[in-house]
């Protein structure tokens, strides 16, 4: 467990990481932007607020615009004498009520939150009609029919191993390969929803919805499973890959170990 910075210390420099959980529905993705609302940007202004000088808060996954975090691990450097509870309870106090610092504790200044990760999890959440959710609507993708989740769930065991997932990678970022391992990849009916859980050492732009995309099509039957190994196959991919909306993904957490 990192250690405590006692909270009557003078000011020193350290690294922190913060474990936080954010409602995406507002905001144009993690990502700094010049003219948008981000995830980013928020917490780096409040975070400034409170240690009184620049800070740049790093992010283990660049969630899209839409895209919900419940697990998303970030660090930062910054001078201060508060303890890492302390620091919690001041961010918590200051952020905007779609956002929640779950945790803060001091790490070693080689951690970082991208680049040590090890496995990030992602859950995708549908729910099934005839009638729409209300007070869920802004985090589940509603389908007004019943999907076939056993044709799913054969289709989604094609993509589970060390693979080349080019086929679910949309332009926008450049990436020096599209290799990626999927260590578990499961779809679960949960009532009327389905839950499509995903974890791998990392994924390409759009890689999880394009996945869901495609398991979509298949759950409603307008293609086969076999379409899921098709697509790796990469020789003459038989479709593009449709994108799931953003609402419905979640990053649920991030191992390091």
């Given at each position: 467990?990192?250690?405590?910075?006692?909270?009557?210390?003078?000011?020193?420099?350290?690294?922190?990481?913060?474990?936080?959980?954010?409602?995406?529905?507002?905001?144009?993705?993690?990502?700094?932007?010049?003219?948008?609302?981000?995830?980013?940007?928020?917490?780096?202004?409040?975070?400034?607020?409170?240690?009184?000088?620049?800070?740049?808060?790093?992010a283990a996954g660049r969630t899209d615009a839409g895209v919900h975090a419940w697990g998303q691990v970030t660090h930062a450097t910054i001078?201060?004498?508060?303890?890492?509870?302390?620091?919690?309870?001041a961010l918590?106090?200051?952020?905007?009520?779609?956002?929640?610092?779950?945790?803060?504790t001091r790490v070693p200044t080689t951690f970082h939150a991208r680049f040590s990760a090890v496995r990030k999890w992602y859950r995708?959440?549908?729910?099934?009609?005839?009638?729409?959710?209300?007070?869920?609507?802004?985090?589940?993708?509603?389908?007004?029919?019943?999907?076939?989740?056993?044709a799913m769930r054969r289709a989604a065991k094609a993509w589970v191993g060390c693979h080349d997932f080019r086929a679910f990678h949309s332009t926008g970022r450049s990436t020096t390969s599209t290799r990626r391992h999927v260590h578990a990849l499961s779809v679960t009916r949960q009532g009327r929803e389905v839950w499509i859980d995903v974890e791998?050492?990392?994924?390409?732009?759009?890689?999880?919805?394009?996945?869901?995309?495609?398991?979509?099509e298949i759950g409603k039957g307008r293609w086969t499973p076999?379409?899921?190994?098709?697509?790796?196959?990469?020789?003459?991919?038989?479709?593009?890959?449709?994108?799931?909306?953003a609402k419905g993904l979640c990053l649920m957490s991030v191992s390091y170990d």
């Open positions: 467990m990192p250690s405590r910075l006692p909270r009557n210390s003078s000011s020193s420099r350290s690294t922190v990481q913060l474990l936080v959980a954010y409602d995406g529905t507002r905001y144009a993705g993690w990502q700094r932007q010049r003219h948008a609302l981000t995830v980013q940007a928020t917490l780096e202004s409040v975070l400034r607020q409170i240690v009184g000088h620049r800070v740049i808060v790093t001078t201060t004498r508060l303890s890492p509870n302390a620091l919690c309870r918590n106090a200051l952020v905007p009520p779609d956002m929640l610092i779950r945790r803060v995708y959440r549908i729910v099934m009609g005839p009638l729409k959710p209300l007070f869920e609507r802004s985090y589940v993708h509603f389908v007004p029919r019943t999907l076939n989740v056993s791998a050492d990392g994924f390409l732009y759009h890689m999880v919805r394009r996945m869901v995309g495609t398991l979509l076999r379409i899921a190994q098709a697509l790796m196959d990469h020789r003459q991919p038989p479709v593009v890959a449709p994108t799931a909306p």
